[in-house]
C-alpha cells in the first residue's frame, strides 16, 4: 500500500485498508471508474456481445446486437455485486438499468452509464449511513464492448469516503483475453468496512465472478439499449 498526500494506492502486498469506523457514519461513499479508450486501427469489426443480467431481477432486453461495421471504443462498465445482512443479493449495473436506489436497499446507485471514457467517468455512489446493512460488496469492471485489452485502457478505480485518504486501484495488467475483473471486495468487519484489493481477471462475465466469489445467484443473457 503506497500512500501520497491524501492517496492510497492498495497494492498486491498492501492490498487492504479500512473505509469506514465504527459507529454511525454519514455521507456516502464514491466509487469512480474511468479510462483513456483506444481504438484499434486494425479491427475489421467488432462483435457486440450479449452480457449478463441476474435472471432474478429479469427485465427485458433491449434491442440491437451484431457486428459493429468499424472500430469503436472500449466501452468499461462498473459495477457491484452485493450482499446485504439480511441475505438480500443482487447486482448494481448499466446493463439491464439495475442503476440501484441510495434510500432503499441496497442503498447503493450508479449515476449513469458512460460509453466513451469521459473524464468523468462512471462513479457510484454508497449510503454509509446504512453500512451495517452490508455484508459484502464486490466493485468490478467489465468490457461490454470492444477488444478485450484492459491494459490499453489505462482504467483506474477510486474509492473516495467522505473523512480521509482515498483510495487508487490501476487495472494494468496485460490480460490478453479477460473480459471481467474483480477490482475491490468490501466486507463488513464488526462494524467496520475493509476495502480489500482483488483485481482478479477472469475471460468470462458476471456468472464467472459470481462463482469466484459465491453470491449465488443465477444470470441471463442481456443486451444495452441503443
Not at 103 to 111: A, F, M, T
Request: charged residues 25%.
Amino acid at each position: 500500500m503506497m500512500s501520497q498526500g491524501g492517496k492510497v494506492t492498495l497494492t498486491k502486498s498492501s492490498p487492504a485498508h479500512a473505509i469506514t469506523t465504527e459507529g454511525p457514519m454519514t455521507g456516502n461513499l464514491y466509487v469512480n471508474l474511468h479510462w483513456s479508450a483506444r481504438l484499434d486501427q486494425g479491427s475489421q469489426g467488432q462483435l457486440r456481445r450479449k452480457l449478463l443480467q441476474p435472471r432474478l431481477l429479469r427485465q427485458s432486453d433491449g434491442g440491437g446486437g451484431g457486428l459493429e461495421g468499424a472500430p469503436q471504443n472500449v466501452d468499461l462498465d462498473l459495477a457491484c455485486m452485493y450482499e446485504l445482512t439480511d441475505g438480500t443479493r443482487g447486482v448494481v449495473q448499466p446493463l439491464g438499468k439495475f442503476f440501484g436506489d441510495l434510500s432503499h436497499p441496497p442503498y447503493i446507485k450508479l449515476s449513469g452509464d458512460d460509453k466513451y471514457g469521459a473524464p468523468s467517468g462512471e462513479t457510484m455512489f454508497i449510503n454509509l449511513e446504512k453500512k451495517e446493512q452490508f455484508k459484502r460488496l464486490l466493485i468490478f469492471v467489465y468490457i461490454y464492448d470492444g477488444t478485450p485489452a484492459f491494459a490499453s485502457t489505462h482504467a483506474v478505480i477510486q474509492i473516495i469516503p467522505p473523512t480521509g485518504p482515498r483510495l487508487e486501484v490501476t487495472l494494468d495488467r496485460r490480460e490478453a483475453a479477460a473480459r471481467s475483473c474483480a477490482v475491490l471486495l468490501i466486507e463488513n468487519e464488526g462494524g467496520v468496512l475493509m476495502a480489500r484489493r482483488e483485481v482478479r481477471y477472469v475471460h468470462g462475465f458476471q456468472a464467472d465472478l459470481d462463482r469466484l466469489y459465491g453470491f449465488g445467484m443465477q444470470w441471463e443473457r442481456g443486451y444495452k439499449e441503443d
